[in-house]
């Protein structure tokens, strides 16, 4: 089997590498699961630059989701939402069958990334703010992954959002996912939403952190929420003050681990099953750029860190 592994924490196109390792035996009610999605999210490459908010122990293989097909074992032919952190960037992976999640048979790209960014999207629009049909949202980083589920699941519900990006070129993909209003991130974005949406927004969601968390928060009602979940800029959360303290401005935290540490398995059911059912209804759907395989992590990672893709990179360990 091969595996994509790192040994320090660096610029991913440099220290990722791919060991060939013999298939180990399967131990009494194990089953082993062949890889055949795993997309590069932006955590993963911050994971493995060192900068994420956990730091795995090393050495360490790589991937943080993924799909396969059990061929051996119970449950032989069932595909399967592999285990969450655990290291998806393999060509296999042996486990516990009570660990991975069945699924129905679909589009393989699609529902690989089900586990991470849906779920993400659908939290944030539902966990911090009672969302009403007609309210306003606003988002930065609105073409990343959990951008654009979250434009496809606010649209179903009746939820207006003002999606903020960092580049002109981002636009055409977003209002191709359906977007109403997409504006450049900028020093007067809170004027440009002002004119665009005629309304205050009663949620915020970021996931760039610097000058934009704090221009997302000078758009929000006096009480909204601004929830913070990503640092794409490198930069701390940046905030003038009096938007704090003359409107009641709410910030929040948010990362999947910490929910799947509080949830139950009814919730984790229910929240999965809904996603699921709307990619294969084809109501969420995430545009896929290109396909790699392991022998060629160096040029996958280096290519979806440099931000100019249409979509989600992925991996296909066994092929597509």
């Known amino acids: 089997m091969k595996k994509v592994v790192y040994e320090e924490f660096g610029n991913p196109a440099e220290v990722l590498k791919v060991v060939e ?11 082993r699961v062949e890889v ?5 999210n932006p955590s993963d490459l911050i994971q493995v630059s060192g900068n994420y908010g956990v730091k795995p122990p090393l050495p360490a293989v790589a991937g943080n989701e993924g799909l396969g097909r059990i061929v051996e074992g119970e449950g032989k032919g069932q595909l399967v939402l592999l285990p969450a952190g655990q290291g998806t960037w393999v060509s296999e992976i042996i486990c516990d069958p009570g660990h991975l999640i069945p699924l129905p048979e679909g ?27 007609g309210d306003w949202v606003i988002q ?34 977003l209002k191709e996912l359906g977007a109403d209003i997409v504006l450049v991130d900028g020093p007067d974005l809170a004027r440009d939403v002002k004119a665009a949406a005629g309304a205050k927004m009663k949620l915020a969601v970021d996931a760039v952190a610097g000058d ?8 929000l009602e006096t009480g909204g929420t601004l929830v913070n979940y990503g640092g794409m ?12 303290i003359f409107h009641d ?35 969420l759907y995430a545009p896929i750029d ?3 395989t392991l022998d060629e992590i160096a040029q996958a990672a280096k290519y979806s860190w440099a931000g100019e893709r249409k979509g989600k990179v992925m991996l296909a360990p066994n092929g597509i």
């Open 21 to 31: 390792v013999p298939s180990e035996p399967l131990a009494q009610g194990q089953v």
């Open 36 to 40: 055949l999605r795993a997309p590069i």
């Open 107 to 133: 589009d393989l790209d699609q529902l690989s990334m089900l586990m991470v960014n849906p779920a993400t999207a659908h939290l944030l629009l539902t966990d911090f703010v009672d969302l009403k049909p």
């Open 140 to 173: 930065s980083a609105a073409n990343s992954a959990v951008g654009g589920y979250l434009v496809q699941l606010a649209k179903e519900r009746g939820i207006n959002v003002v999606n903020v990006v960092r580049r002109d070129s981002a636009i055409e993909g």
């Open 212 to 219: 934009t968390f704090g221009r997302l928060g000078a758009c």
């Open 233 to 244: 800029s490198n930069q701390p959360c940046s905030m003038d003050a009096s938007a704090l």
């Open 249 to 283: 401005i709410h910030v929040r935290g948010f990362w999947l681990v910490n929910w799947f540490e509080r949830s139950d398995s009814a919730m984790r059911k229910q929240v999965y099953g809904a996603l699921t059912k709307s990619i294969a209804t084809g109501i």
């Open 290 to 292: 290109r396909h790699f």
